[in-house]
Nanobody
Framework: QGQVSESGGGLVQAGGSLRLSCTTSRGTKGRAVTAWFRQAPGNERKFVAAISPNGLRTDYEESIQGRFEVSRDNDRTTMYLQMDNLKPEDTAVYFC??????????????????????WGRGTQVTVSS
């Protein structure tokens, strides 16, 4: 644990863009399933997007499909969430999560929060109308 950290949040106007970054330590050897979750004020934390260790599979929550894109770099230790056409309802704290203690293969990914065993502290994204 403690191998995940995120950055890149901020304040943006509706229709604008932000890119979040999530870094996992080299100890994960690029094998970690990684995902983004978000928590709006007064709400539960919810799934946003996930990417498999090999970067070939992705999954998105329905409300952000076509606006957000998840990707990872060549050494597979950094994951990105490109967020375009942001809306006020996207305002939330965004958390990066990873499965670091288990390996289910290069194509595995999951939406289930309980399967992720390492979490970043979160980064605030605020979208003004």
């Amino acid at each position: 644990q403690g191998q995940v950290s995120e950055s890149g949040g901020g304040l943006v106007q509706a229709g604008g863009s932000l890119r979040l970054s999530c870094t996992t330590s080299r100890g994960t050897k690029g094998r970690a399933v990684t995902a983004w979750f978000r928590q709006a004020p007064g709400n539960e934390r919810k799934f946003v997007a996930a990417i498999s260790p090999n970067g070939l599979r992705t999954d998105y929550e329905e409300s952000i499909q076509g606006r957000f894109e998840v990707s990872r770099d060549n050494d597979r230790t950094t994951m990105y969430l490109q967020m375009d056409n942001l809306k006020p309802e996207d305002t939330a704290v965004y958390f990066c999560a990873a499965i670091v203690t288990k390996y289910f293969g290069p194509n595995y990914l999951t939406r289930f929060e309980s399967e992720y065993d390492d979490w970043g502290r979160g980064t605030q994204v605020t979208v003004s109308s």
